[in-house]
């Protein structure tokens, strides 16, 4: 699906799918600009050449506790 039509009903779907049924026009609206732009630049990430050393790694180091 092309993110230009991408429509506010469509988001809206999208929306009570996961249970955010009390949002109203304007968060439609701010729901849909990000979503778009999420997506824009999910599209521009060079992967192709990604290997899992690419991977960020997260670590985490707990203090002595003697």
Known sequence: MSD??????????????IGMTRLTDGHLQELLRATRTARARRAALPFANLTPADEPAHVFRLEDSK
């Open 4 to 17: 230009e039509a991408l429509t506010l009903d469509e988001i809206r779907r999208m929306a009570a799918e």
